[in-house]
């Protein structure tokens, strides 16, 4: 994931309007890791056939969010100078490769999300 947080945070720092490019790719980063467990939610719930009305969706839903915001914060956010050292030296083959890897989990990961 701090792979993923990396390429994120470089493409971000390229756009010039954007003040916090470190806290915007943790929160995009939780944000896809959230349709991941939304997708696994959805089937465990389809599964049983649990129905929630609106209140109890957007509770369980934020209630997620939180829970994986907090430990991002922490192995992300607050690691990004070390994160940055670590995969700044990354050869022009290594890039190639981790923004195709980046850009097929995001594809998935919403196209997963959308289908279910």
């Known amino acids: 994931m701090q792979y993923l947080y990396y390429r994120v945070l470089k493409l971000l720092t390229r756009v010039k309007t954007n003040d916090t490019p470190a806290l915007n790719a943790m929160v995009l ?4 890791q ?7 939610f959805d089937l465990i719930k389809s599964h049983y056939k649990w129905e929630f009305n609106e209140p109890q969706a957007i509770i369980i839903g934020l209630s997620f969010y939180i829970i994986l915001l907090i430990p991002n914060y922490f192995y992300l956010f607050l690691k990004k100078n070390k994160i940055v050292q670590r ?3 990354e050869t022009n083959k290594e890039k190639v490769l981790g923004i195709v890897w980046l850009m097929i989990y995001i ?3 919403i196209a ?3 289908l279910l």
Not at 29 to 32: D, K, L, P, S, V
Not at 34 to 40: A, E, H, Q, R, T
């Open 34 to 40: 959230g349709l991941n467990v939304f997708s696994i």
């Open 29 to 32: 980063i939780t944000a896809i």
């Open 107 to 109: 594809v998935l990961s």
């Open 87 to 89: 995969f700044n030296n």
């Open 112 to 114: 997963i999300f959308t």
